[in-house]
């Protein structure tokens, strides 16, 4: 009897075995996606292997696959093999995993459903709803109304986009159509994703650096070698040139390109610079994006009618056609580490995918990882150095400390604004250039104190502080979970009206500049003004000259190329110092070299001013100095004392119930079995509480697993993910945990 294993998407390791009818034998095959049945449910899962093996389950209880959904394995063999890799490193459900690369898989078994004897690939399929020309609003109950209005204000509108702003959508839409004032129709086409052009460039003559970066990796992509490279150039020293010359090559040789960057926020400008030297027939993949675009861009990737993929990290499951270049822009960066359901790291991932597909690796940085520099120490990925700006005479900005221990409060009352700073600040916008003030707080005040009793607001779900956002009308908001509540009178604990707004944010920086800088034009980027289109169109009006101040959090440190900011302001640069993480120095060094480099990228030499209690700090004293080299040498020296990472490796395992006793138990059981599955070369440390111990109403224990041998690492692991845990209790194994909270 032939049996198909198939990879469902649910968060259960095994695989599942279904027996395969004659009728279905030759359209079965791995990697094409079949329509199974898991208890009462219709799933839609990939099949990762057809054979006649033994079942391990008696016959008359197997399932058959119901029906065959794609004529042609949906995934290619190159990722799907992948992918399963990812599922063995990350001890993640592999099911889960092919998720990651098939996004449209649970929308598309709905459609199998309905049509299950369809063997056509589905999924494909859009319905698009439209409000008729001319029509008004009926009165019709629920939410049609508010459905008519959003469509005709917005224009047409995919059903599954509807459905994510009212789960009634649906049923909405088909009064609507009754009603005659709404049309449905279903769409195969294409979309276009570019609604401006994009002038082709002129593309600059190589510096010396750049030209032997490029040849080296062109070199290799010549002769169909597999390679890793760190290209480590200081910031503006032109490493994008270096992926676009090795994306040509790699397009003229018939291979594929991925490019990752870290924030979708970055994506439309180095878009534009891909779009500009290789023309429109690029994929642009990041969270953005609605079903209807997301899947047209897969789809003319997978046909290989497209051939490079350009997103944040989930554009590394991008199903490109002969993959021969994948580069990761600002490897260094956190945001390649997915922190839920497969918590897989896009750029060490990046290197496994580039390595199977016989492709070359590119990981640029100015200030590269601990890792990957760890890496290039020892030879397993080559050293490329940029170190010299591009563009003639532009050199690295000057950086001045400012020792906030010494400095009273500045002008407008507020510490955050020193007396340097500001004055740098009225020279600077007195020149007609621009500023960029960094601080890694969004909000008006981090926290409200109560001064009679010393209480802390907290969030009733999360144990952290609630930030007071006056740009929402004053309210109280958690970070962590979204919860908010109207800005409080008094104090909950003891009722007193002595409620104290503490510290600063971004809100209450970019109010006293308004105050103290009278009649520069001021702007924040943050997460609060900064869904998607609307940081582009900030950072647009920054690159136009409409904005002489931009304050922001680390949105405003990353990657932009703006050649009139002159000033650099780091307002509080131990903010991330004191977090428990072993990370917390090299974060705050590449953060502070990174900003840093925001400035001066044109002609005018660019100042930098970093505000701090603790001068003498070493990521402070080498950040100053751009000094990359020096402050990795001496990380990895304390790394390889203490034991970690690159120089062992590590595993969270987090349990998190709304019962602060049964999680703490069930990690306390999990870890006494942890200890027993091990080696002597295995250490499980804790289990403990978590430093955020509190998580949208669940109490957070973990323990910590390390290890310098991979394998044995994983043996304890795997151990761990199929002993039982109480149902009441979540479990997550974590794997090179980027976030130690
Ligand atoms: P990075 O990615 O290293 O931060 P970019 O690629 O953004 O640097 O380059 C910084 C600036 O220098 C950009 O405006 C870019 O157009 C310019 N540039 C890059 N390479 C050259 C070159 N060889 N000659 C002149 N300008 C260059
Ligand atoms: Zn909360």
């Not at 120490?377 to 940029?386: A, D, Y």
Request: hydrophobic share 45%.
């Amino acid at each position: 009897m032939l049996l198909a294993r198939v990879a469902l998407p649910v968060p259960l390791g095994q695989v599942f075995t279904y027996s395969v009818s004659a009728e279905l034998a030759a359209s079965v095959r791995r990697g094409a996606r079949v329509l199974c049945e898991l208890g009462r449910r219709k799933v839609l899962g990939v099949v990762l292997e057809v054979g006649d093996r033994e079942p391990d389950i008696p016959v008359e209880k197997l399932k058959p696959v119901r029906a065959v959904v794609d004529a042609e394995p949906v995934l290619p063999e190159e990722l799907l093999g992948f992918l399963q890799e990812i599922a063995r490193y990350y001890v993640a459900p592999v099911g889960e995993v092919m998720e990651l690369a098939l996004p449209a898989l649970e929308r598309s078994a709905a459609l199998a459903i309905e049509a299950p004897e369809s063997t056509r690939a589905v999924g494909r399929l859009v319905q698009i709803a439209r409000a008729v020309e001319g029509a008004t609003a009926p009165s019709l109950r629920g939410k049609a109304p508010a459905v008519f209005e959003h469509l005709r204000d917005n224009g047409p509108q995919p059903l599954t986009a509807l459905e994510a702003k009212w789960p009634s959508a649906r049923g909405a839409v088909a009064r609507l159509v009754e009603a005659g004032v709404v049309t449905l129709e279903k769409r195969e086409e294409a979309v276009d994703p570019f609604t401006v052009a994009v002038a082709p460039d002129v593309p600059p003559a190589l510096t010396a650096a750049q030209a032997r970066a490029v040849t080296a990796i062109t070199a290799r992509l010549e002769r169909g070698e597999k390679h890793a490279v760190l290209l480590e150039g200081v910031t503006a020293s032109g490493k994008t040139e270096v992926y676009l010359r090795a994306a040509e090559r790699a397009l003229a040789l018939e291979r594929g390109v991925i490019v990752l960057v870290p924030e979708i926020a970055l994506t439309p400008q180095l878009v534009a610079r891909f779009r500009a030297r290789l023309g429109s027939r690029l994929a642009v993949l990041h969270s953005g994006l609605g079903e209807r675009e997301r899947h047209a861009m897969w789809r003319s990737l997978r046909s290989g009618e497209v051939r490079i993929a350009v997103g944040a990290r989930s554009a590394l499951f991008a199903p490109v056609r002969a993959l021969g270049l994948v580069c990761v822009d600002e490897e260094h960066d956190g945001s390649f580490k997915q922190e839920e359901g497969v918590r897989y790291h896009a750029r060490d991932m990046a290197l496994l995918r580039a390595h199977r597909a016989e492709a070359v690796c590119v990981l640029g940085s100015a200030t590269p990882s601990a890792t990957s520099v760890e890496l290039a120490r020892s030879g397993r990925l080559e050293l490329l150095e940029l170190p010299l700006r591009a563009r003639a005479g532009s050199a690295l900005p000057k950086a001045e400390v400012v020792d906030l221990r010494r400095m009273g409060p500045g002008p407008g009352g507020e510490r955050l604004i020193s007396v340097p700073l500001f004055r740098a600040l009225e020279a600077c916008v007195a020149a007609r250039e621009q500023a960029i003030l960094f601080l890694n707080r969004r909000g008006f005040s981090p926290s409200i104190l109560c001064a009679a009793c010393g209480k802390i607001a907290e969030c009733p779900n999360c144990a952290v502080a609630l930030t007071l956002h006056r740009a929402r009308g004053g309210r109280l908001v958690c970070h962590y979970c979204d919860y908010q509540e109207p800005m409080r009178k008094a104090c909950r604990s003891c009722g007193e009206e002595a409620l104290i707004e503490e510290g600063a944010g971004t809100e209450r920086i970019e109010s006293v500049l308004a105050e103290i800088l009278p009649g520069a034009r001021i702007a924040r980027l943050d997460r609060d003004v900064a869904a998607g289109q609307k940081s582009e169109r900030i950072l647009d009006r920054m690159r136009q000259g409409d904005i002489d101040v931009l304050v922001g959090t680390q949105m405003v440190t990353k990657g932009h190329d703006l050649p009139n900011v002159t000033l650099v302001g780091v307002l509080n640069a131990d903010a991330a110092l004191s977090l428990p993480d072993f990370r917390a120095a090299e974060r705050t060094f590449q953060l502070l070299v990174q900003v840093a480099g925001r400035a001066g990228r044109g002609e005018t030499p660019g100042r930098v001013l970093i505000q701090t209690w603790q001068p003498d700090h070493p990521a402070i004293v080498l950040a100053m100095k751009h000094d990359v080299k020096g402050f990795v040498a001496q990380e990895l020296e304390q790394r390889r004392e203490v034991g970690y990472p690159p120089f062992a490796r590590l595993a969270l395992v987090r349990f998190e119930a709304t019962d602060d006793e049964l999680a703490r138990s069930q990690a306390a059981r999990l870890a006494h079995a942890a200890r027993g599955l091990g080696s002597p070369d295995v250490e499980v440390l804790g289990p403990t509480a978590a430093p955020l111990a509190r998580l949208r109403g669940r109490y957070r224990h973990r323990f910590l697993v390390r290890s310098t041998d991979r394998a044995r690492l994983h043996q304890v692991l795997l151990g761990v993910a199929r002993s039982a845990v109480d149902r009441r209790v979540r479990m997550a194994i974590d794997v090179d945990p980027v976030s130690m909270l």
